[in-house]
Structure formats: C-alpha cells, structure tokens
C-alpha cells in the first residue's frame, strides 16, 4: 500500500476524533498535571481521543505500530506507524481557546509520509504528504503554500511561550527575537499551519516530542517550507525545532540558535 491508499482512512480518524473531543470543549472538566514541576495538563478529552484512534487503527491495521501522547508505544519498529496527539495545545483547549488541534502523522519505515492538524471546533484541517499540501475548511479547499520572505528583518515569528524553554535557549531565542519584526506568543500546532498557509515566516521551539512535530513536517515540507532542529538534522524526532517558509530566514535563524 502506499500513503495515498491510506488517505480516506486518515480522514476517518480526524473524525472520530474531533467527534470525541467536541463535547469537552468549552466544559467544567477534570484536569490532571502530568508532571511534578510545573504545569502540563491532560484531560478526559484527551485520553477519550487517543483511545478512539488507537481502537480504529488496530481494528483496521492490526500489524501497524502506534506511537501516542497519553498512552505510549507499541509495534514503533513497524513498517507503517501512526503518530498521535489528540489535543496539541491543551492549555489553550482548558482555557476555552481554539488554538489546539488533533495531530496525526503516518510514518512509512520511521519517515513521516502523511501528516494532518485538525481542528473540529472550526471545522479546519491541515494536511500534506511532504510533496504538497491542502488546506480545507468551511465551503472551501485550497492548497498550502508558504510566503517569500528575504530576511529575517522582514518575518513574523512565533513560539508557544519562551518560558517553556531552559535559560541558554531562551537566550539564543532571544536574538532571534529581536531581529524579527513581528513576535507573537502561542499557537502550539496552528503556528505551523499558518507557516504552511502563508502567514507567519518562522516559528522557533524546545523540548517538543515526536507527537508535537512529524505530523506537521509533511505539510510544511508539502507548502514548500523547512523544518529542522537547531542544528540542521530531521525534526520529526522532536526536540529543539525551527521551521520556516523561507530558506534564507531558516539560515538566518539557525546562524544565531547555534549560537
């Protein structure tokens, strides 16, 4: 099989997701911290949508690995691998914001081949195979294709927060920061899209996981960016991560991150 027969299937799983975590959305839920120091909070909703994919995946795929935010690895060896975070940007989603999304990437022999963001609460979906990359929404579908930007004087950059990152990080981060025009705060995986769709130039983070970033390497790789980490090799480990619309601001940047 390849990535395209598992097209339809992919959408399925958008759906029994989104359809599982919408009736959360915007409710008094119960929130547990996944982590003695600081804040990292998972839901109901959360582990309901992981769980909802996982079933179908192996009702569907049963040779196929699994790897997942809430509930870990299985079969990761495997020739096809599917890559879950079923609310990236749980904060935003415990706070009543709609900047979180589903996240589902399909590795083919440990590469990410098909990856989607979808965002039931506004009806939006992201996806891309690597070699180009859709976008579609209410009453319309377009392609993804990311802006020109010729300096790094020029690009609107963003991060989830610099907080989340260590003190030498924050510091490297930091020049980037002020050599760009714009810097904006959050977005978790809608930062990406709206690198993919053309309307942020650079988007510059740490510590992500492999859930947080392959399945938005296809479409930012598919809309014509770069996605890497810091120090030039594949992002789809996670990791310390740049991503980039153009080339001379994904150079401009890693010039001043490797420090």
């Known amino acids: 099989m390849t990535v395209i027969d598992f097209a339809a299937f992919i959408e399925r799983l958008a759906t029994v997701s989104g359809d599982t975590i919408l009736p959360f959305f915007r409710t008094s839920l119960g929130i ?43 079969r990761a060896g495997a020739e096809y691998v599917w890559v879950l975070d079923p609310i990236d940007g749980t904060k935003s989603f415990i706070s ?56 790094l004087s020029e690009a609107t950059l963003f991060t989830t927060s610099p907080l989340l990152m260590n003190k030498s990080d924050r510091g490297l981060f930091s020049r980037v920061e002020r050599e760009v025009r714009l810097s904006r705060y959050g977005g978790d995986c809608y930062a990406y899209c709206m690198l993919a769709a053309g309307h942020v130039d650079l988007v510059v983070e740490t510590e992500l996981k492999s859930y947080d970033i392959a399945p938005l390497v296809p479409i930012i790789t598919g809309a014509g960016g770069i996605v890497t980490t810091w120090e030039g090799g594949p992002a789809h480990l996670g990791g310390r991560i740049v991503a980039a619309g153009d080339k001379r601001v994904h150079e401009a940047a890693l010039s001043l991150l490797r420090g």
Request: hydrophobic share 40%.
């Open 32 to 74: 547990d911290n996944k982590t003695s120091s600081g804040f990292d909070p998972v839901t109901e909703a959360d582990r309901a949508a992981e769980a909802a994919m996982r079933k179908l995946i192996t009702a569907s795929f049963p040779q196929h690995g699994i790897i997942g935010e809430e509930f870990g690895s299985e």
């Open 96 to 151: 009543g914001l709609p900047m979180w999304g589903t996240l589902i990437a399909l590795l083919h022999n440990g590469v990410p081949a098909f990856g989607m963001m979808h965002q039931p609460y506004m009806r939006e979906r992201f996806f891309g195979d690597c070699g180009a990359a859709t976008f579609r929404g209410p009453g319309r579908e377009r392609p993804l294709a990311v802006r020109r930007c010729a300096a």
